[in-house]
């Protein structure tokens, strides 16, 4: 199984590190969390954080997950991204990056981070 990424503020994933379990808005009201493959990141990120300075990019292993993940396209695409159908134990998370935008407004995948 590959690993996947999410996209957190950095806030949440602090408050995820003493419960346990990391839960955001989305979960309540889409059902699951937005999760990406390395390749699909950096598009994300662009499109919906441009500017943002507090977030933190968790690395996640999908074998370590607790909860069903999905592949899909809810926005009638045809490109899948997974979802994260329950909270995220934060034991499946195996590396968390700072993730800012350089002062070119670009974000980049951290050294480490293999595209498939």
């Known amino acids: 199984m590959a690993n996947i ?4 503020e950095k806030a949440a994933w602090v408050q995820a590190t ?18 990406s493959k390395p390749g ?15 977030l933190v990019l ?5 074998n370590r997950v607790r909860v069903e993940i999905k592949y899909e396209n809810c ?9 994260l159908y ?3 134990n934060v034991d499946g998370v ?3 990056y700072e993730f800012a935008p350089d002062a070119d407004g670009e974000f980049k995948l951290p050294i ?3 595209v498939d």
């Open 75 to 83: 926005e009638g695409g045809t490109e899948q991204f997974p979802h």
């Open 94 to 96: 195996i590396a968390v």
């Open 18 to 35: 003493t419960s346990g379990f990391y839960a955001i808005d989305s979960l309540k009201s889409e059902g699951f969390i937005h999760c």
């Open 5 to 8: 990424l999410h996209i957190a």
């Open 58 to 62: 968790l690395e996640i292993a999908e």
């Open 40 to 54: 699909q990141v950096l598009r994300v990120a662009h499109e919906r954080f441009a500017g943002r300075d507090d």
């Open 112 to 114: 480490g981070i293999q």
């Open 86 to 88: 329950g909270p995220l």
